[in-house]
């Protein structure tokens, strides 16, 4: 049974920090590729983050880029999302998620993740 909790989640001011973490139960954690999705109240979840399982290859959606960096910890069994300079409409549940099958890359799309988390909440206040 996989199971995906993620936490860090909080009320912050704009210009603020967060560090969310996920921490993954899967015994491959280390050949899978991960990634951190989000959804703001009202809108589909969208693409946030994706990570290589040997951390060689990063992937930022372009509303994030230059403010977050994902990162990950094998040993641990740990994915991170640094989040500086927050602002407003970054608002969301965020969600870590998975790939299934080992030694596949990152993608950005949702439906390729198979395991997910149950999210944390993240609130910017103005």
């Known amino acids: 049974q996989v199971q995906m909790v993620e936490s860090g989640g909080g009320l912050v001011q704009a210009g603020g920090s967060l560090r969310l973490s996920c921490a993954a139960s899967?015994?491959?954690?280390?050949?899978?590729?991960m990634g951190w999705f989000r959804q703001a109240p009202g809108k589909e979840r969208e693409f946030v983050g994706a990570?290589?399982?040997?951390?060689?290859?990063?992937y930022y959606a372009a509303s994030v880029k230059g403010r977050f960096t994902i990162s990950r910890d094998n040993a641990e069994k740990m994915v991170y999302l640094q989040m500086n300079s927050l602002k407003p409409e970054d608002t969301a549940v965020y969600y870590c998620a998975a790939r299934g099958s080992p030694f596949t890359p990152p993608t950005l799309t949702e439906k390729e993740y198979d395991y997910w988390g149950q999210g944390t909440q993240v609130t910017v206040s103005s």
């Open positions: 899967v015994r491959t954690f280390s050949n899978l590729a």
């Open positions: 990570i290589s399982w040997i951390s060689t290859n990063r």
